[in-house]
């Protein structure tokens, strides 16, 4: 595994992590009021104005958080290239074995 994979890897696995607990922590709002001991239920009208402006951030940061899972994803799979030494290298053998069928060729 090259590093441009490792680091797509970690961003896809950070992005995920973050989106799952972003979404618990909005559907679950008030299961989890509960643990802290804040009283929701004389908040309503606060509760319906903070989910008004709650459920469109979080779909906007749910698709951030997506876009960046997918270039993670991306980045982890994506096979490194080729080091220039290798393309060169490549290259070279190319250009000698077109030398050598032209030599043949002119001895023919």
Same mark, same amino acid.
């Given at each position: 595994?090259?590093?441009?994979?490792? +680091?797509?890897? +970690?961003?896809?696995?950070?992005?995920?992590?973050?989106? &799952?607990?972003?979404?618990?922590?909005?559907?679950?709002?008030?299961?989890?009021?509960?643990?802290?001991?804040?009283? $929701?239920?004389?908040?309503?009208? $606060?509760?319906?104005?903070?989910? &008004?402006?709650?459920?469109?951030?979080?779909?906007?940061?749910?698709?951030? &958080?997506?876009?960046?899972?997918?270039?993670?994803?991306?980045?982890?799979?994506?096979?490194?290239?080729?080091?220039?030494?290798?393309?060169?290298?490549?290259?070279?053998?190319?250009?000698?074995?077109?030398?050598?069928?032209?030599?043949?060729?002119?001895?023919?």
């Amino acid at each position: 595994m090259s590093k441009d994979q490792a +680091i797509g890897g +970690i961003i896809f696995i950070v992005c995920v992590i973050v989106a &799952l607990g972003y979404f618990v922590a909005l559907v679950f709002t008030r299961e989890l009021s509960f643990l802290f001991g804040w009283n $929701w239920s004389s908040l309503t009208v $606060w509760h319906a104005r903070v989910a &008004l402006v709650a459920i469109p951030m979080a779909i906007a940061l749910i698709a951030v &958080l997506a876009i960046g899972a997918w270039i993670g994803w991306t980045m982890a799979t994506t096979p490194p290239p080729k080091p220039i030494e290798e393309i060169e290298a490549e290259e070279k053998k190319e250009e000698e074995k077109a030398e050598e069928e032209k030599t043949e060729e002119k001895a023919k």
